[in-house]
C-alpha cells in the first residue's frame, strides 16, 4: 500500500487528536469506575487460597500436569503428580477458574467464592477428548457476564436470549445494542455509514452490495443459535468491516427430536375500536396492523441417514442430525394505507404477497459428526421480501432525500408504484477437522445469491406511462382572495407509473480455510486463514423510462466478474496478568475486465488520461488482470489491574471496497439524455477507518458487573462526487460528474453497561452512549448537489452527520418464575412457570437544519429559511436534534407443561405506552407537523395551499411518526 504525505500527516493528526481523547477518556473511566468497596481494603492482608484435586472423570485417577488458572489474576498453579493444585494469596471476591489439558475437555467453573484468612476446596473431574483445546468448554454453574480475556466490545445473544425477548430477526437483535443507531431503516454502529458493516451467516458473508443497504439474506430469531455484534476492536479474521461486525450462528440439530410451532396475530374482526384494550384488536384500530406471524422449527435425528439408508442395507458411520426453520411475516403496517394486492415478478407472483409488507425464510441445516474429530455440515438458507418500502433499494441513478420508506406521494395510486422484491438464498457447506489435541482446520465453501427487482405487475419499462397529479373524487375546493373558486391540486400522482425501474442480481462463490492452533502450554492460540470470493454482478437501472429512446432519461447497465479475497493471521497471548490478540490482514481485490477493458479504450471519453496513468501506478498485474492489496494492523490487550477489574484497549485498521456503483457506473455504452450523471471512477481506493478503544470493566460481584467503553475512529477515504472539466480532445470544454477519495469523518464517543442477575430468576442490563458523529459531508451525492445547484459550496469544515444521536439508553429486565415456584408480591401467591420481558429505549432525536423566519409574502404566508444569514448557504446543517425517541416493549409467556411437551401463551405490546416518535422533522419546530404548524416555505402548507399543479402532497405523511402502540397475542407448541 502507497501513503502519499497528506496521508502520513493525516495519520499523525489522527494519532494526536485521538490520543488527546483517549487521555481525557481514561481519566473519566478511573472517574466514573467505582472503586473496590472500603471492607475489601480492610481486608488487604487476609488473603484466601483455592486448592483441590482433578482426576480424570473415566478412570478417577490424578491428572497431573493440569493448568489451573483464576481468571482476572495473574495467579495460577499446576497440578502435581497427585492431580493436587494451590493457588494462594487471593484476595477475597468472587472468581471464576479455567482448568485446560491436552486431551481434555476444558473446564470453566464459575461462582468461587474466596473469604479472607480461608481455603476453599475445589475438586474437577476432567472428561477425555480427542477435540482440539478450545473447541469444546464446559461450564459449570452460572455464565459469566464477562469473560476475562475480550479486548474487543463484543455483546454475545443467545438462542435463550432471544427466545423471552420481542425482538423477531437480526436487524432487530443489532437495532438493541449499545451504539447502534437505526435511521431510516439504516444501521450505524459507532458513527459509521449503514453500509460500512459486515453481516456474516455461520462465517460467510450475506450482503447484497447493489441494494445500499448492508443487509441481504434475512434470518428469524427461532434459527439463530448465537448472535454476536462487534463494535470495536475487531479481530484480523474479519474484513470488509469498517464499523462493525454481526455474526450468527444458525442452530443445529442433537440427537433428541425437538421442534415447534408458533403462530400471533394483532387483529381479530371488526368490533369497535373506541372498546377499552379489545379495541387494540379491531381491524379499524390504528393499533392493528393486520399482522399475521407464523413459524415453526423441527430438529433431531436425519431421517433419510439414520432410517431409511441402514433398512436399505446402507450404514454410514458416525450419526446425522438436522434442524429445519420457516418463517412467515405478513403486516399491512402502521400507515393503514395499503395496495390493493402487491405482485412480485420473480417470485410467484401475488401467492406470497398478501399484504403491504411480507417476508419469508427459511433454513436448513444437515451435520455429519462421523467421528469425535471430523465434522461435515451442510446448510441451505433463503429469504424473501416483497414490498413496497422504498428503503429496500437505497442505490440510485438520481439522488433521494433519506427518508421513510413509504411512498406518501403515490399513496392514492399504490396499485401502479413499484413493488419491490428482494431474494436471497445461501448454500454453504463446511468441513471442520481435528488435527491433534492442540490443532483443527475448517474449510468452507459457499454460494450466495441475491436479486432485487423493483417493477410494477411484471411490466417492463417500455410499458411504463409518465406519473401525472390529476384530481381525483373527493376533490378539494378553495376561494381566492377574489371570491374565485378552484379546485386545488392535491399533490399526489393518482394516474401513471413511478419513475424508476430497477433489475439486479449478485452471485458470489466464496471459498475460506482456517487453522487454529494453541501451543502445548496454553499461552498461544493461533489463527490464520484465507479466503477468496468469485462475484458476477448485473445491474440494469432505468429512470424517467417514459422518455424517447428506450432507455429513458438516465440508466446504468453492465454485468461485472471482480474478486477479492484475503489472508490473515492473529496470535492470543496469555501472559502473567495479560491477554494479547495481534493480528495482520491483507485484503486484495481484482476489480475485473469490465474496468480493464474501460481504462484501456481510448473512446471512454469519461476517464481522464490522469485516472488511466493513476490506475497503472496504483495497481499491479497478475495474469493480465489488475489488483489493489490494503494491508491492516489489528492489536488488543487485555490486563486485569485488580482481582476484580479489567482494563482493555485497542487499535486497528478497518476497510471496505468502495459500493460497485461508485467503481462501475456507466463505464460502458452509455445513452442517458440526463443533464447530471455519475460515472464511475476505476481508480476508487477502499474506505478507511483507524479506530481506538479503551475500556475498563469491574467485576462488583459474581452478578454485578460494569463496563466503560471509550472509542475514537478516524474515517478517510470517503467517496464524494466531484466535477470536472475536460481539456483535452473530445473532452474539451465538456463537464463529468465522477466520485473521488476525497471526505471524512469522525466518530468519538464512551459507552457503559451494567449487567445485573439475581439467581436464576432476575437479570437485567442497562446501557448507555454518550457519542458525536461529524464530518464533511452526509452522503457521496453532495458534489452531485453542488453542480445542480441545490447546495452551495461550503468551507472545509465538519458538520454533523444526519444520523447522529448524541445519547442513548437501553434498558432490559427479565424475570422468570420456574414449574413448581410461587412467589408472592405484598402477600398475593403468584401463579408459576412464567417468563416477563420489558426493554425500555430512550435516544436522542433525528438530527435536523433548522429553518428561520425571513420575512412575509405578500398573502401573509410566512417565509422561512434555512440560510439565516442570507449568504445562500445552510448555517447550522444538522445542529439541531428533533424530539427525543422512546418506547417501552413488553413480552409475557406463560408455560403450560404435559410431560416434555410445552403450551406457551404469549403477549407481546411493543411501543405499550404509545408514545410518539418524531420520524419527519418539520424543520421550523423541530418536531413531526400537526395541523396549523409553521413550514418551511418548499412545503405546501394547508394554511397557503399550492394552487398550481405540479404541487408537493401537504405534510400528513402517516410515515412521520414511528409505530404507534402494537399488541399481538399468541400460542407456541414446543416439544
Known amino acids: 500500500m502507497r501513503y502519499s504525505k497528506n496521508h502520513q500527516t493525516r495519520s499523525r493528526e489522527t494519532a494526536i487528536n485521538a490520543a488527546g481523547v483517549l487521555s481525557f477518556a481514561f481519566c473519566l473511566l478511573l472517574f466514573v469506575v467505582p472503586p473496590l468497596p472500603p471492607e475489601v481494603f480492610a481486608q488487604a492482608t487476609a488473603r484466601g487460597t483455592i486448592a483441590g484435586k482433578i482426576i480424570d472423570a473415566d478412570t478417577k485417577e490424578p491428572v497431573p500436569g493440569v493448568n489451573v488458572l483464576v481468571q482476572g489474576t495473574a495467579r495460577g498453579a499446576v497440578t502435581d503428580l497427585e492431580g493436587n493444585y494451590r493457588i494462594p494469596e487471593l484476595g477475597p471476591g468472587d472468581y471464576a477458574m479455567v482448568v485446560s489439558m491436552i486431551g481434555y475437555t476444558k473446564v470453566q467453573r464459575t461462582g468461587v467464592k474466596v473469604t479472607g484468612g480461608e481455603t476453599v476446596t475445589i475438586n474437577f473431574a476432567m472428561q477425555p477428548t480427542t477435540l482440539a483445546i478450545g473447541q469444546e468448554v464446559v461450564v459449570i454453574g452460572e455464565k459469566p457476564l464477562f469473560q476475562i480475556d475480550e479486548t474487543s466490545s463484543r455483546r454475545a445473544v443467545t438462542a435463550q436470549d432471544l427466545a423471552s425477548s420481542t425482538l423477531e430477526n437480526v436487524q432487530d437483535i443489532v437495532a438493541s445494542q449499545v451504539g447502534v443507531v437505526k435511521n431510516n431503516d439504516e444501521l450505524h454502529i459507532r458513527g459509521g455509514r449503514a453500509y460500512e458493516n459486515a453481516f456474516l451467516v455461520d462465517g460467510v458473508s450475506v450482503q447484497d452490495p447493489l441494494a445500499g443497504t448492508g443487509f441481504g439474506l434475512h434470518l428469524s430469531s427461532d434459527a439463530i443459535e448465537d448472535l454476536e455484534v462487534i463494535t470495536g476492536g475487531i479481530n484480523a479474521e474479519f474484513g470488509q468491516a469498517m464499523s462493525g461486525v454481526v455474526n450468527v450462528v444458525t442452530k443445529e440439530g442433537q440427537r433428541e427430536f425437538h421442534g415447534s410451532v408458533s403462530y400471533k396475530r394483532d387483529y381479530f374482526g371488526a368490533n369497535n375500536p373506541n372498546t377499552w384494550l379489545l379495541g387494540n384488536f379491531s381491524r379499524r384500530s390504528l393499533h392493528s396492523f393486520e399482522t399475521d406471524i407464523a413459524e415453526g422449527s423441527l430438529s433431531g435425528r436425519d431421517p433419510l441417514f439414520e432410517t431409511l439408508l441402514p433398512a436399505l442395507g446402507v450404514r454410514l458411520p458416525g450419526d446425522f442430525t438436522f434442524f429445519g426453520s420457516g418463517y412467515l411475516f405478513f403486516s399491512n403496517d402502521f400507515t393503514k394505507i395499503h395496495a390493493n394486492q402487491l405482485y412480485s415478478s420473480v417470485f410467484h407472483g401475488s401467492r406470497f404477497a398478501p399484504r403491504q409488507n411480507n417476508l419469508l425464510t427459511g433454513l436448513y441445516k444437515l451435520v455429519w459428526r462421523l467421528d469425535p474429530t471430523h465434522k461435515l455440515t451442510f446448510s441451505a438458507s433463503g429469504s424473501a421480501g416483497i414490498n413496497q418500502n422504498t428503503q429496500t433499494l437505497q442505490t440510485n441513478l438520481e439522488y433521494v432525500e433519506p427518508e421513510p420508506g413509504f411512498p406518501y406521494d403515490f399513496s392514492r395510486n399504490l396499485d401502479e408504484f413499484n413493488t419491490f422484491t428482494h431474494l436471497n438464498n445461501k448454500i454453504g457447506l463446511s468441513w471442520t477437522h481435528t488435527l491433534s489435541p492442540t490443532a483443527f482446520y475448517e474449510i468452507r465453501l459457499s454460494r450466495y445469491f441475491a436479486n432485487l427487482r423493483s417493477d410494477i405487475d411484471g411490466k417492463s419499462w417500455s410499458e411504463y406511462i409518465e406519473p401525472k397529479q390529476i384530481p381525483s373524487l373527493p376533490v378539494s375546493y378553495y376561494r381566492l382572495p377574489d371570491g374565485r373558486v378552484i379546485i386545488l391540486p392535491e399533490g399526489f400522482y393518482t394516474a401513471g407509473n413511478s419513475f424508476t425501474w430497477h433489475d439486479h442480481f449478485v452471485e458470489d462463490w466464496t471459498w475460506r480455510g482456517d487453522l487454529t492452533k494453541t501451543t502445548r502450554d496454553g499461552r498461544h492460540v493461533i489463527k490464520t486463514g484465507i479466503e477468496g470470493t468469485y462475484r458476477t454482478m448485473q445491474l440494469i437501472d432505468i429512470y424517467s423510462p417514459w422518455i424517447e429512446g428506450g432507455f429513458g432519461l438516465n440508466n446504468d447497465i453492465y454485468r461485472v466478474y471482480p474478486n477479492q479475497g484475503a489472508l490473515y493471521i492473529q496470535d492470543k497471548i496469555t501472559f502473567e496478568g495479560l491477554i494479547a490478540n495481534l493480528g495482520l490482514r491483507f485484503d486484495y481485490w481484482f476489480p475485473g475486465k469490465y474496468v480493464d477493458d474501460a481504462v484501456n479504450n481510448p473512446e471512454i471519453i469519461t476517464i481522464s488520461d490522469a485516472t488511466r496513468q493513476k490506475y497503472r501506478e496504483d495497481t499491479y498485474s497478475l495474469g493480465g488482470h489488475r489488483w489493489k492489496g490494503r494491508i491492516a494492523p489489528r492489536i488488543g490487550i487485555s490486563h486485569p489491574v485488580s482481582d476484580n477489574q479489567m482494563l482493555f484497549f485497542s487499535y486497528g485498521h478497518f476497510s471496505k471496497l468502495p459500493k460497485p456503483q461508485f467503481v462501475y457506473a456507466k463505464l460502458g455504452p452509455n445513452t442517458a439524455k440526463s443533464s447530471y450523471q455519475k460515472f464511475g471512477n476505476p481508480n476508487l481506493n477502499p474506505e478507511t477507518t483507524v479506530a481506538y478503544e479503551l475500556g475498563v470493566k469491574s467485576q462488583l460481584s459474581e452478578n454485578d458487573v460494569l463496563t466503560v467503553t471509550a472509542y475514537y475512529k478516524d474515517i478517510f477515504d470517503y467517496v464524494n462526487t466531484i466535477t470536472f472539466r475536460g481539456n483535452t480532445g473530445r473532452t474539451a470544454g465538456r463537464t463529468f460528474i465522477t466520485y473521488l477519495n476525497l471526505d471524512y469523518s469522525r466518530a468519538r464517543g464512551i459507552e457503559a453497561e451494567y449487567k445485573k442477575r439475581i439467581g436464576r430468576h432476575f437479570s437485567a442490563a442497562i446501557s448507555g452512549a454518550y457519542s458525536f458523529a461529524t464530518g464533511k459531508s452526509s452522503s457521496p451525492d453532495d458534489g452531485l448537489l453542488l453542480a445542480q445547484g441545490y447546495l452551495n459550496e461550503r468551507p472545509i469544515t465538519e458538520d454533523f452527520l444526519p444520523w447522529d444521536r448524541p445519547w442513548q439508553l437501553n434498558v432490559n429486565i427479565n424475570l422468570t418464575v420456574r414449574d413448581g415456584q410461587h412467589p408472592k408480591i405484598f402477600g398475593v401467591r403468584l401463579p408459576d412457570d412464567w417468563n416477563l420481558y420489558a426493554r425500555l429505549f430512550a435516544q436522542a432525536g ?67 405506552l404509545d408514545w410518539k416518535n418524531t420520524n419527519i422533522v418539520n424543520p421550523v419546530t423541530g418536531q413531526a407537523y400537526e395541523y396549523g404548524d409553521p413550514v418551511p416555505s418548499s412545503w405546501n402548507d394547508p394554511l397557503y395551499p399550492d394552487l398550481q399543479s405540479p404541487a408537493e402532497p401537504f405534510p400528513f405523511d402517516p410515515a412521520r411518526y414511528l409505530s404507534p402502540r402494537n399488541i399481538r397475542v399468541g400460542l407456541a407448541f414446543r416439544f
Open 846 to 912: 433525528k438530527r435536523y437544519s433548522p429553518q428561520y423566519l425571513i420575512g412575509v409574502a405578500g398573502d401573509g404566508k410566512p417565509l422561512y429559511s434555512s440560510d439565516r444569514d442570507q449568504d445562500g448557504d445552510v448555517d447550522d446543517p444538522y445542529a439541531r436534534i428533533a424530539n427525543n425517541w422512546r418506547w417501552l416493549d413488553i413480552n409475557f409467556e406463560k408455560y403450560f407443561r404435559f410431560g416434555r411437551n410445552q403450551l406457551v401463551f404469549m403477549i407481546e405490546a411493543l411501543n405499550v
